[in-house]
């Protein structure tokens, strides 16, 4: 805590989550402070636009982000939940909760798979890999940086994840590793 209190985080936690209002507050620390990075965290929870449906509201939104972050030329990462499924576990873009215009809107979609939480093991050919402390970082969607999947090492205990020095850690382009 010691070390996270010098260095500049700022949290905006205010409970009016409408888009202009997050807008305004990026905005403003951007001003002042000179933010390079956002995080929205939780983007299905930023309020719906009166009039429209979820989908057409996260549609908004998730444009309105993007505008923002070429406008102020900054980095916005928006968090968002997937859609589980029990059966087949393994995030696709597919299960983007709420719209596929995250999806279109987005540059990188990232996703985070932990065989382990499941009690599965990793999808082929990387069934072989042991799965206890593990997971497989994909990216989805890489417009101008490609696709692929990564492992990384996580701790339970202090939910961090670190590099994975393994031999199998570079998987190659999704369509391989899938």
Do not use: C
């Not at 990075?37 to 979820?54: L, M, P, R």
């Amino acid at each position: 805590v010691s070390r996270l209190s010098s260095v500049p985080i700022f949290i905006d936690d205010d409970v009016t989550t409408s888009i202009d209002s997050l807008i305004l507050s990026i905005r403003r620390l951007h001003l002042k402070y000179g933010i390079r990075y956002a995080i929205v965290d939780y983007i299905q929870n930023v309020s719906e636009i009166k009039g429209k449906t979820e989908e057409q509201s996260l549609a908004t939104i998730s444009k309105s982000l993007k505008n923002l972050a070429k406008e102020l030329n900054i980095t916005i990462f928006g968090l968002s939940q997937l859609g589980r499924n029990k059966d087949r576990p393994i995030p696709t873009m597919a299960r983007l909760r709420g719209s596929g215009q995250i999806e279109e809107t987005a540059d990188v979609v990232i996703a985070v798979f932990r065989p382990e939480y499941y009690g599965i093991k990793f999808p082929e050919p990387y069934s072989d890999v042991p799965t206890e402390g593990a997971g497989m970082i994909m990216i989805l969607k890489g417009r101008n940086v490609g696709t692929g999947s990564f492992f990384a090492s996580f701790d339970a205990k202090t939910t961090s994840w670190y590099e994975n020095s393994s031999e199998n850690n570079n998987m190659g382009r999704s369509e391989d590793a899938f």
